[in-house]
T-cell receptor, first 114, second 113 residues
Framework: GENVEQHPSTLSVQEGDSAVIKCTYSDSASNYFPWYKQELGKRPQLIIDIRSNVGEKKDQRIAVTLNKTAKHFSLHITETQPEDSAVYFC?????????????FGRGTSLIVHP | DVKVTQSSRYLVKRTGEKVFLECVQD?????MFWYRQDPGLGLRLIYFSYDVKMKEKGDIPEGYSVSREKKERFSLILESASTNQTSMYLC????????????FGSGTRLTVV
């Protein structure tokens, strides 16, 4: 099955700095890579995703890059703000029967210091 | 907005009890999932279902079963609760094409004493 490694487990930055979270996956058949943000006590929410036919996607201060050859993808947050503090999860989805089944990384706790 | 609703936010059960966790989604999604979330271990898939009465084991199905009698409802069952099943349980749903990713419920924090 799919195996997703996520690093670092904890990331501490100053407000205004950039933050980068990296994930690797093992199944070359995976073709959908979402990122979720989970604030304390709340449900994970999709913040950005990328499909295997695209190398990079941006949405305001966040961007995701995908390198299919190396089987890794990364989340980039620029100009971090205290409200970016949360746990971030990456996932890689491969097809199982008629459905896409995600495998999640273990999460990165991002702390943005004012 | 897709809504995924979990019936209980907090539950406390005794060892050996049969426990039912309920999840309902209102967007006609075919796929539904149950995850367990533990610190440092991320989200681990227990079971998923891609259609009514269909179920597939995830990565950690031992000690759990599921039921999907209606498209909108997916139940997680702990046949005989144990203390190592104390955890946060998250339900999620998605459409087959995954156009909008997965939508999670708010979670049920289960404590088994």
């Amino acid at each position: 099955g799919e195996n997703v490694e996520q690093h670092p487990s904890t990331l501490s930055v100053q407000e205004g700095d950039s933050a980068v979270i990296k994930c690797t996956y093992s199944d070359s058949a995976s073709n959908y890579f979402p990122w979720y943000k989970q604030e304390l006590g709340k449900r994970p929410q999709l913040i950005i995703d990328i499909r295997s036919n695209v190398g990079e996607k941006k949405d305001q201060r966040i961007a995701v890059t995908l390198n299919k050859t190396a089987k890794h993808f990364s989340l980039h947050i620029t100009e971090t703000q205290p409200e970016d503090s949360a746990v971030y999860f990456c996932a890689a989805s491969s097809r199982s029967g008629g459905s896409y089944i995600p495998t999640f990384g273990r999460g990165t706790s991002l702390i943005v210091h004012p | 907005d897709v809504k995924v609703t979990q019936s209980s936010r907090y539950l406390v059960k005794r060892t050996g009890e049969k426990v039912f966790l309920e999840c309902v989604q209102d967007m006609d999604h075919e796929n539904m999932f149950w995850y367990r979330q533990d610190p440092g271990l991320g989200l681990r898939l227990i079971y998923f279902s891609y259609d009514v009465k269909m179920k597939e084991k995830g990565d950690i199905p031992e000690g759990y079963s599921v039921s999907r009698e209606k498209k909108e409802r997916f139940s997680l069952i702990l046949e005989s609760a144990s203390t190592n099943q104390t955890s946060m349980y998250l339900c999620a749903s998605s459409s087959p094409g995954q156009r909008y990713g997965y939508t999670f419920g708010s979670g049920t924090r289960l404590t088994v004493v």
